[in-house]
Structure formats: structure tokens, C-alpha cells
């Protein structure tokens, strides 16, 4: 049910965000040709994202700490469900790639990340309500979900596409080996890339992994 929930939660951020690049390009890079269409920046992804996470109802955050990291660390989304009983921490990164695996090493750090954060679990009564409290202890459950913007240009047929679509076939690299062994690790799931839009040069889709977010031990 949750896994349909954030499948649904990426269909609706891949069309919201291909209706707003129908409607204006928010990339000017002097120094690019026009015909190359400078990538939109990540940002965008999270604010779609947010977005479908606000319209289901979640509580939704930005930049939220990381409560159990050993230094400073910060999520791109949080939200938590209109029930209160589980959240989906977000991770989106950049769209630059200097080779084809670089957007699973770049997913394969979002998953590692993730798999650190927690919500916080000291929320007093008294300082900061009685809901938030509630949120604190009965909130016992988490997934976490990393995103890209991944740009294919016109006539390319990139592995990295083929591969998402059937992460259970045998890997052809060391970085795609990483990848499927620590997705089963953690039970992980790759969405079906998702197109967002299309330009003369190429598409872009959104690529998505998500995973249930292992709990912290308790002393």
C-alpha cells in the first residue's frame, strides 16, 4: 500500500513538473547554445514532489536534520502521512553526469544516506503539542525515496534506462553490481523511469528507488 502510495506520489510529480517545463524554460546559461537546453536544477524535482505530498494530504518539510547523524546533515523533503503513522524522507540530486553510471552511483549515495535518518523522537508534550507528540511515538514506520532528473538525448538508448526497468537481470559493471546488491539488501524497489518532457534534442525522465527505511535501535 505505501509502495503504491509513493509510486503514486512520483507519477504525480513527473506530470506536474513536464506541465510546468511545457509552459517556461527557468534555465538561461549564456555560455550554453540555446539547442543544448541547460538542465532545470534539482530543486524542482522537490518542489513537485513536496507538492503531490501536500495534495495526499502529508505534513510535508523542507531541509529537515538529520536527528542521528554523527554531523550536520540535511533531508531535501520530508512528509509525513495524513495518518501519522509513517513518512517518506527524499533525497534529489543533481543532473550532471560525466559518464553513464553516474546516475546510479548518485542514487546508490541517496540510498545509503537515507538509510541514517530518523525522526526525532524527543517531542514534549508540553513545548511542542499534543500532535506532535502523538507523531513522535506512533510514528513507527519510514521509507525512504531518491529521485533524479535524468536527461537522454534524441537516438541514445543509455543502459542506465534499460536497466532500472529490470534491475534483476545480471549486472554488466562494477557501479550497477553496487547498485543491485545493496537494493536487495534493502529490499529496495526502482519505479519505472517516468517521462517528464520532451524537446527536440531528448527527453527527461524522473528516476525514482525507494526502500523501507530500517528503525534505529533503542537503548
Known amino acids: ?16 513538473l513536464g506541465r510546468s517545463l511545457e509552459t517556461y524554460w527557468p534555465v538561461a546559461n549564456r555560455h550554453t547554445a540555446p539547442e543544448k537546453n ?28 538529520y536527528p542521528l547523524a554523527a554531523r550536520p546533515d540535511r533531508l531535501d ?8 503513522n509513517w513518512f517518506l524522507a527524499c533525497e534529489f540530486d543533481k543532473l550532471s553526469y560525466k559518464n553513464e553510471d553516474q546516475p546510479l552511483e548518485i542514487m546508490l549515495k541517496g ?9 526525532r523522537k524527543e517531542l514534549p508534550l508540553d513545548r511542542f503539542g499534543e500532535e ?15 529521485g533524479e532528473l535524468y536527461w537522454v538525448r534524441e537516438g ?24 543491485l546488491e545493496n537494493l536487495r539488501r534493502l529490499d529496495g524497489v526502482c519505479v519505472q523511469p517516468l517521462p517528464v518532457r520532451e524537446v527536440p ?7 525514482g528507488t525507494y526502500f523501507q527505511i530500517p528503525a534505529p535501535q533503542r537503548p
Request: proline share 5%; net charge negative.
Open 111 to 119: 540510498l545509503c544516506r537515507l538509510e541514517a535518518f530518523w525522526l
Open 156 to 179: 541514445a538508448e543509455p543502459s542506465v534506462l534499460g536497466f532500472l526497468q529490470q534491475p534483476e537481470q545480471t549486472a554488466r559493471s562494477e557501479t550497477e553490481r553496487r547498485f
Open 201 to 207: 534534442t531528448g527527453r527527461y525522465y524522473l528516476l
Open 77 to 84: 523533503v520530508l512528509g509525513i502521512s495524513p495518518e501519522g
Open 132 to 146: 506532535a507528540y502523538r507523531t513522535s511515538v506512533e510514528c513507527d514506520c519510514g521509507y525512504g525515496l531518491v
Open 38 to 65: 541547460p538542465d532545470p536544477n534539482q530543486a524542482n524535482v522537490s518542489l513537485h514532489v513536496a507538492h503531490a505530498m501536500l495534495c495526499a494530504g502529508f505534513a510535508v518539510f523542507g531541509e529537515a536534520d
Open 1 to 16: 500500500m505505501k509502495g503504491n502510495c509513493i509510486k503514486s506520489l512520483l507519477q504525480e510529480s513527473s506530470a506536474s
